[in-house]
């Protein structure tokens, strides 16, 4: 059985940091593309940022500068480190990636179980 488990949310003042990570567990082949997203309670899962195998990032314009991802693929995990934070940034994250299983065909997606991140002002 494959799943992607999230750790590292929690609560942060305004301007401080967390590193949140996900990793892929049982028989992963390869990761394809792993990608962060975040939601907010009555808002649409809004991308967050992405990473390829080949770590060519893209963020979205309200976190360029202060978040990075990053990833690790002999431990098939993501990282993301934020920075800078700000009660806007507050939500429940969620990590996602297609994934090859051994044995089976083509990649099949999958999705963490989310994180809550929670920035006082």
């Known amino acids: 059985q494959v799943q992607l488990v999230e750790s590292g949310g929690g609560l942060v003042q305004a301007g401080g940091s967390l590193r949140l990570s996900c990793a892929a567990s049982?028989?992963?082949?390869?990761?394809?593309?792993m990608r962060w997203y975040r939601q907010t309670p009555g808002k649409e899962r809004e991308l967050v940022a992405s990473i390829s195998s080949g770590d060519n990032t893209n963020y979205a314009d309200s976190v360029q500068g202060r978040f990075t991802i990053s990833r690790d693929n002999a431990k098939n995990t993501v990282y993301l480190q934020m920075n800078s934070l700000k009660p806007e940034d507050t939500a429940v994250y969620y990590c996602y990636a297609p994934i090859q299983v051994y044995g089976m065909s083509a990649p099949y997606s999958y999705w963490g179980q989310g994180t809550q991140v929670t920035v006082s002002s």
């Open positions: 049982g028989t992963v082949s390869s990761v394809k593309t």
